[in-house]
């Protein structure tokens, strides 16, 4: 069982930036891959951006490509997805997820997930 809680979140003018933190806790957090997916009103969550459990490996979704970066610290059991030049179109909760790989990028791909985290982005 891993259990992840997601913080960072808020409102933020287009253009700015945000990083997004999920603490791991329980099994062994370096074991899994963890990923970063998002939930928009109305739509169905999408993939954002995945990595590897040593970092040698990390994907991104077509829409956040060279704009978001996923980051992880296996010593401190965090996850982290920096956003930057972010778009009224990024307004989503965003979820974390660990899972068995960091290829998935669908959300049954996952076997645990954190509760999500808010944010809005200000035209």
């Known amino acids: 069982q891993v259990q992840l809680v997601e913080s960072g979140g808020g409102l933020v003018q287009a253009g700015g930036s945000l990083k997004l933190s999920c603490a791991a806790s329980?099994?062994?957090?370096?074991?899994?891959?963890m990923g970063w997916f998002r939930q928009a009103p109305g739509k169905e969550r999408e993939f954002v951006a995945a990595i590897t459990w040593s970092s040698t490996g990390r994907y991104y979704g077509d829409s956040v490509k060279g704009r978001f970066t996923i980051s992880r610290d296996n010593g401190k059991n965090i996850v982290y997805l920096q956003m930057n030049s972010l778009k009224p179109e990024d307004a989503a909760v965003y979820y974390c997820?660990?899972?068995?790989?960091?290829?998935?990028?669908?959300?049954?791909?996952?076997?645990?997930w954190g509760q999500g985290t808010q944010v809005t982005v200000s035209s």
């Open positions: 329980g099994s062994t957090f370096s074991s899994y891959a």
């Open positions: 997820a660990a899972g068995l790989t960091a290829r998935g990028i669908r959300a049954y791909d996952y076997l645990y």
